[in-house]
């Protein structure tokens, strides 16, 4: 028999200072013990150990000279979490936060992640403490190229096919596949996220923040209830924040908030349009990285320093970052009436603020089932890369569309308690575990 404490205490003693990593795990195990000490198999293959210990681990010094002739040296990761069910697959992160704890708790979640989307993906992340912001083209180019040199030992299309995540985009992707062409001589579309005339896939970048919306339209109607109308508060300005705005306008929902590293925007006239998001990109890629001219040129208010959790909302998405949604955040948004969270980035509420919202019986959708429609698509990406051809727009939103209602329906399955609720995150955490652990289970050790 598995003990949470016992088991918690002993995963801590063995990944001291990992607070994210064990944040993460515990999460998970929470809602699994149950299912675990009731399938003697699980125990007998040590499946909780295995699981939580990365495949393994490549820590690599990334060397780049700087528009000043500097040299500059950061630390590179790619952390093979489990590929019991697929070839290796996650994100890379370019962030200053980022640390070995970090990228632990993203391809254990990643793993989890995968496994709902019903594809044959394996749970990998990896990244740099390299902070792009301020950053020159050739500044990036050079560390991306560095990055690559090293990280191309470790990769391969049949064996670990990284993307982007936080601070790696469309430019980063594009010099990170080059530097791969140019060492492998290959195209295989090691990467996902590729521009569209060099084997990515249509929707890649909307896929995200489409997914999330989607996901949150099937929990809306599991609850007799309709999108259309809702107001929402979004964080975040990037990519995924951009989809999910686009998609909620689309459905009849109005988005009146988006967030930077400066503050927040209310816009009650709704963020969700073409200009409006144009010009958040160009705020975001003239490497500003802040959102307050939006305030002046569109005629709204700017927050300073605060986050978007205080604006009453039927809707809240937090996707930017970990942990950007605390237990006091959660108090003042259920004090204000909001009736649905959906978790867009990873883990994006602390463990107490998640637990809040269950224990208030709000309708809760954590990342690991809400997101995963970036990654899903990258497996689509990988899929035509695979068969050589490009499907349509609507063909990929489609499959993206089918695939969200089925992960939805995976956690209404595993996740709905005795009065009725659905605890989306028992769900979700059980639904992920199952089968990657039958499927090691299956295969011995
Ligand atoms: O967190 C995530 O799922 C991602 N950053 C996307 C990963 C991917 O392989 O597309």
């Known amino acids: 028999m598995y003990k949470l404490d016992s088991f918690m205490a002993e995963l801590e003693r063995k990944n001291p200072a990992q607070p994210e990593f064990i944040q993460a795990t515990r999460e998970v195990i929470e809602s699994v013990i149950d299912v675990v000490n009731e399938n003697p198999v699980y125990e007998k293959n040590k499946i909780l150990e295995r699981m939580t210990e990365p495949d393994r681990v490549f820590s690599f010094r990334v060397e780049w000279e700087d528009d000043l002739g500097s040299l500059q040296v950061n630390r590179g990761y790619r952390v093979q979490f489990n590929n019991a069910i697929g070839p290796y697959k996650g994100g890379l992160r370019f962030h200053s936060s980022v640390t070995l704890g970090t990228l632990k708790f993203l391809g254990f979640e990643q793993t989890l992640k995968n496994s709902l989307t019903t594809l044959p993906m394996g749970g990998a992340k990896g990244g740099s403490d390299f902070n792009p912001r301020g950053k020159s083209d050739s500044e990036i180019l050079r560390f991306c190229r560095s990055f690559m040199t090293e990280l191309q030992k470790y990769i391969g299309p049949d064996t670990d096919v990284p993307a982007g995540d936080i601070g790696v985009g469309a430019r980063e992707i594009g010099f990170l596949y080059g530097q791969y062409k140019k060492i492998r001589d290959e195209n295989t579309g090691v990467l996902t996220g590729k521009?569209?005339?060099?084997?990515?896939?249509?929707?890649?970048?909307?896929?995200?923040?489409?997914g999330t919306m989607y996901f949150a339209d099937e929990m809306l109607k599991a609850h007799g209830d309709t999108i259309v109308g809702k107001t929402i508060a979004l964080s975040g300005f990037g990519n995924v924040a951009w989809g999910a705005a686009v998609k909620a306008t689309q459905l009849g929902a109005k988005v009146v908030t988006i967030s930077g590293p400066d503050g927040y925007i209310y816009d009650a006239d709704g963020v969700g349009t073409e200009e409006k998001w144009a010009f958040m990109n160009y705020l975001r890629t003239s490497n500003n990285d802040v959102v307050e001219p939006y305030a002046k040129k569109f005629g709204a208010t700017f927050v300073a320093g605060k986050k978007p959790w205080e604006v009453a909302v039927d809707m809240a998405f937090p996707c930017a970052i970990q942990n950007e949604l605390s237990l006091e955040d959660a108090k003042t948004l259920v004090s204000n009436g909001v009736r649905y969270v959906v978790e867009t980035s990873n883990m994006g509420c602390e463990a107490e603020a998640a637990t809040y919202f269950i224990e208030k019986k709000i309708p809760f959708g954590p990342g690991k089932?809400?997101?995963?429609?970036?990654?899903?698509?990258?497996?689509?990406?990988?899929?035509?890369?695979?068969?050589?051809?490009?499907?349509?727009?609507?063909?990929?939103?489609?499959?993206?569309?089918?695939?969200?209602?089925?992960?939805?329906?995976?956690?209404?399955l595993e996740g709905k308690d005795e009065d009725g609720y659905i605890n989306y995150v028992k769900g979700a955490n059980i639904a992920g575990f199952k089968k990657v652990a039958d499927a090691m289970v299956m295969m011995g050790y």
């Open 195 to 210: 521009g569209i005339n060099f084997g990515g896939s249509l929707v890649r970048p909307e896929a995200t923040g489409f």
């Open 369 to 412: 089932a809400a997101n995963a429609g970036g990654v899903a698509v990258s497996g689509l990406e990988m899929s035509q890369n695979a068969m050589h051809l490009a499907w349509s727009a609507q063909e990929v939103d489609e499959k993206l569309h089918a695939i969200m209602v089925k992960i939805h329906e995976a956690c209404v």
